[in-house]
């Protein structure tokens, strides 16, 4: 993010210094217009100068001034309408954009370029449903396809219609390559969670299929068919669903873990539920699994076995919520507090030195010692002492 907005002038001004200098060089061979021409380079070459000494906005008036001196040129005006844009005024560049595509002149290419530019405008403007129309008459023309499906994509995700934000994802793989099964996978997910939130079940289930089809290990279809599943009484089967989904991704355990215990408590399996509990501590870094195991021996085998177990665990995962959970215990035993306080103590000098306590608040750099000037982005008394941590 940072990147690019410090490089950003470079991203719009280079390819419009390139047609500034294209349209130069094209009147270069005019002798009757040399003084024009070596105007024009010396307002290139300030504008350029001041791009280098990144002030943009002086560029940004530099440069609309030339191109207002080239009215003609197809090229000039697209940078123009581009620069409108760039600056906020939208309804200019679109008036800009609108004139330059009903031009009767245009080759093809021109023309796909000036719709291009016209439908960006339509998208920066919030006028989605005119945007779409410029997009589609766009990847009906082929060329510039991936650019409008790109952008088809992602007004129909602002529109939520995710029939077609599917259909133009499956375009663009196909006209790309590149594999868009994740986030088609998501918008069937969406499709099942608004079918499921109608109670059309038998829908809900057909999407969470063709999400599984689009993305094999996709965690959120394994969660919406145990929900589906839950619903239906069917608890094996939702017990199954949810422990792949967290097989496929155990750092999304907690969010599958309450549902997934509510279901094993129907059954009453509680063996079955420490079985995959133990399994889960195994890959998943985190402190859930093991809270979910202290609740269950606490209710199994007292207070004194949850604690004893907690004060354990913790060694090996230092969390605050596990402390907070350790505390609980030991007021809840009613017991000699001494030795929670010396778990406690070994706990929490852990998570001191494995959490950074001073973060950069220009780059987030984040850092355990403190320094005047940020090792990242070598801005000075920007690293400043951590207020709080959010430790998991
Ligand atoms: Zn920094």
Redesign the pocket.
């Not at 950069?360 to 750099?365: L, Q």
């Given at each position: 993010m940072d990147l690019l907005e410090q490089w950003w002038p470079l991203f719009v001004f280079v390819p419009l210094a390139a047609v500034l200098g294209w349209v130069i060089g094209r009147r270069g061979g005019e002798h009757h217009r040399d003084r024009q021409v070596s105007k024009l380079s010396t307002t290139y070459f300030r504008g350029l100068n001041y791009l280098l000494n990144e002030q943009p906005d002086k560029a940004i008036e530099l440069f609309l001034h030339v191109a207002e001196l080239d009215k003609d040129t197809f090229e000039t005006q697209v940078a123009l309408g581009h620069l409108f844009r760039r600056r906020g005024e939208v309804d200019r560049a679109i008036r800009l954009h609108q004139a330059l595509a009903q031009r009767p002149d245009l080759s093809d290419t021109q023309k796909i370029q000036a719709l291009s530019a016209l439908g960006e405008d339509y998208m920066r403007a919030g006028l989605l449903d005119r945007a779409e129309t410029v997009f589609n008459d766009l990847a009906q023309l082929d060329q510039r396809a991936p650019q409008a499906l790109r952008h088809l994509i992602a007004i129909y995700q602002a529109e939520r219609d995710w029939e077609k934000a599917i259909a133009n994802a499956r375009r663009y793989e196909q006209a790309t390559g590149e594999p868009m099964g994740r986030l088609i996978a998501h918008f069937e997910c969406e499709l099942a969670d608004r079918h499921r939130s109608n109670g059309d079940a038998a829908a809900a289930r057909a999407a969470v299929a063709r999400a599984y089809a689009a993305d094999p290990v996709s965690v959120r279809a394994g969660i919406i068919e145990g929900r589906l599943d839950a619903e239906a009484g069917n608890t094996q089967a939702a017990i199954r669903a949810l422990e792949r989904a967290a097989r496929h991704d155990p750092e999304f355990l907690p969010v599958i873990l309450p549902l997934l215990l509510e279901n094993y408590e129907q059954t009453g399996d509680r063996s079955g539920a420490r079985a995959f509990l133990s399994e889960m501590c195994e890959h998943y870094r985190g402190i859930a699994p093991v809270l979910a195991l202290t609740r269950m021996l606490e209710a199994e085998e007292g207070v004194g076995a949850a604690r004893r177990y907690l004060g354990q665990q913790l060694k090996d995962r230092p969390s605050v919520r596990g402390e907070a959970a350790l505390i609980d215990l030991t007021l809840a035993e009613g017991a000699d507090a001494r030795a929670t306080l010396h778990d406690l103590k070994h706990i929490t000098d852990q998570l001191l030195v494995r959490n950074p306590s001073y973060r950069?608040?220009?780059?987030?750099?984040g850092a355990r010692s403190h320094h005047w000037q940020?090792?990242?982005?070598?801005?000075w008394g920007?690293?400043k002492p951590l207020l709080n941590y959010a430790v998991v």
């Open positions: 950069c608040n220009r780059c987030g750099f940020c090792p990242s982005c070598k801005e920007t690293v």
